[in-house]
């Protein structure tokens, strides 16, 4: 069944760092490649300078730039306080009243497109941020729809609110509208930074990576086509700290420390890998899929395997229902102990759902685990 689906699925990305034991084997194939992405665009919105964020990144200001097309109108604000968020790129804004397309040169193919919204009053002129509802979209996808960065940043409780989405891009630009809400009457839009960077086709199914993913709960199976949008929910570093984008294997994505998702008191325990340790990619991944940060922390049930039958390891990811989620989670053995086959086995449940059957941990590098898997929640 092909999905014609215009709206964006809802992509989570979890990635739980389980297994252990990759031996000292040559350095050489402890890889080292990060992902040089052709397009690398950060825009600081209502801005006319190029500035330096405290990560050494540079974003360029909008306004002269011809990123901006035709007539269509906009007004520059800035923030009636800065609160606790970086200077670039939430101290200007770009607000819209009516309909505003921006059109950034791209080759075609996958871009990983990031919003960057500061909810706050907005003066010189005055913008109230209760008043601010609207629409974003990218061709025929809507990646948001009547949607409110003060309500959104009220319910996570963040100061500012970031929006990640994968679009297949099939001309040479793309086209970013932000539309106000046809209601309330005082609506609009408005957007402090924009990121676009181009990303390989590691979600496809189809691509040399990855074989399309179950549908958990069905026998089926569920392709990502070229056309799916998706949109990432969260992307979490297992038993570390937040991998930042200048840390990511190139294509500055931020994987979050997990340790606000975990369910009830059950947490595990968190290790890095043994320092003896070389992480290394199986030919068959590309390095960039996550960088090392990520692979070489993990979480585990603990050492005591009947306390373990007692209870389950489990991480609460919020999502709106009725879309499909693709869920991914990355392994690598790292615990030097778990040396043999079936030392360390597991099953793994979505929403009570069996997704796989008594994992077991054998890689002696990473092992790219076959579970990528889909759920719908209805
Ligand atoms: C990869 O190599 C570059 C340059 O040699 C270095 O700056 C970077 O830290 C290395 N990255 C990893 C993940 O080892
Ligand atoms: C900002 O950077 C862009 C791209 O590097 C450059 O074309 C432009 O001249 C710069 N603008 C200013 C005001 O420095
Ligand atoms: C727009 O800017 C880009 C990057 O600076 C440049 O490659 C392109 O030629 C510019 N296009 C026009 C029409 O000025
Ligand atoms: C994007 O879609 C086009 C077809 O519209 C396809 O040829 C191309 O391979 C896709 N690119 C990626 C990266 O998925
Ligand atoms: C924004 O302005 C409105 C109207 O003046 C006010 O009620 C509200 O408290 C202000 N919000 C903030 C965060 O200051
Ligand atoms: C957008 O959401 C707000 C708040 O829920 C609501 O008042 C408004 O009517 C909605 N607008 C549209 C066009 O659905
Ligand atoms: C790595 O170091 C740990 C102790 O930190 C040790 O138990 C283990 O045997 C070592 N593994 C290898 C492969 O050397
Ligand atoms: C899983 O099952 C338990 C017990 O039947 C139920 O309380 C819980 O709501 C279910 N969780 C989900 C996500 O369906
Ligand atoms: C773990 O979760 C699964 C699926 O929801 C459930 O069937 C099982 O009873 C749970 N195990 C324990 C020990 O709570």
Redesign the pocket.
Known sequence: MKTHTRNPIRLSLLLLVVTAMSTLIDPISAQNSTYNPSENILVNCGSSDNSTASDGRTWVGDANSNYTVGADKSITATP??QGSVPQVPYMTARIFQTQFTYAFPVSPGRKFIRLYFYP??YTNPNF???DSFFSVSVGPFILLSNFSALLTGQSSGQSSVVREFSVNVSSNALKLTFAPAPAPKSAFAFVNGIEIVSMPNFFDSGSDTFNQPPLVGTTSTFPVEQDTALQTVARLNVGGNTVTPPKDSGLYRTWEDDSQYIFAAASGVTYPKDPNLTITYPASVPSYIAPTDVYGTARSMGPNPQLNLKFNLTWTVPVDAGFYYLVRLHFCEIDSKVAQINMRVFDIFINNQTAEKTSTCSCKTIEWDSACLYTRTT
């Open positions: 009636s306080s706050s009053n109230v941020d209760s």
